[in-house]
Nanobody
Framework: QLVESGGGSVQAGGSQTLFCAAS????????MAWFRQAPGKDREFVSV??????PTSYADSVKGRFTMSENSANVYLWMTGLKPEETAVYYC??????????????????WGQGTQVVVSS
C-alpha cells in the first residue's frame, strides 16, 4: 500500500516536498515513480527511480526543478520553481523492477490515493 502526503497550496515559484510511504519500506524492492493529473487531463509521468537503470529519470518539463529521492522511510519528490500549470493531483506508483524504465500509468501495478498540489499565481 502506498500513501502520499505533503500536498497543499504554494505560490508560483515556490517549493513543495511530497512523500510516499509504503508498508514496511517495501518500495525499496520496486521501481518507484511519480505521476500527476491536472483537471481534465490525462495522468502524466513526472519521474521514476528504477532499481536496474540509473540515474533517476525525469519528464523534460520538470528536469532541473524536481528531485526524486528515497530513504528508509519514504520516497520523496522535491519540487522547486513550481508553476500554476503544475496544479494537479500527484500520485506515487510502483511496479516490479526489470531492465527497462516505464513511463506510462498503465505499466504500474500499485498506486497511492494521490495528494493535491495547488500552485497559485
Amino acid at each position: 500500500q502506498l500513501v502520499e502526503s505533503g500536498g497543499g497550496s504554494v505560490q508560483a515559484g515556490g517549493s513543495q516536498t511530497l512523500f510516499c510511504a509504503a508498508s514496511g519500506g517495501a518500495f525499496r524492492h520496486y521501481d518507484m515513480a511519480w505521476f500527476r493529473q491536472a483537471p481534465g487531463k490525462d495522468r502524466e509521468f513526472v519521474s521514476v527511480m528504477s532499481r536496474a537503470v540509473r540515474p533517476t529519470s525525469y519528464a523534460d518539463s520538470v528536469k532541473g526543478r524536481f528531485t526524486m529521492s528515497e530513504n528508509s522511510a519514504n520516497v520523496y519528490l522535491w519540487m522547486t520553481g513550481l508553476k500554476p500549470e503544475e496544479t494537479a493531483v500527484y500520485y506515487c506508483a510502483a511496479r516490479r523492477p526489470d531492465s527497462k524504465i516505464y513511463y506510462y500509468p498503465s505499466e504500474y501495478e500499485f498506486w497511492g490515493q494521490g495528494t493535491q498540489v495547488v500552485v497559485s499565481s
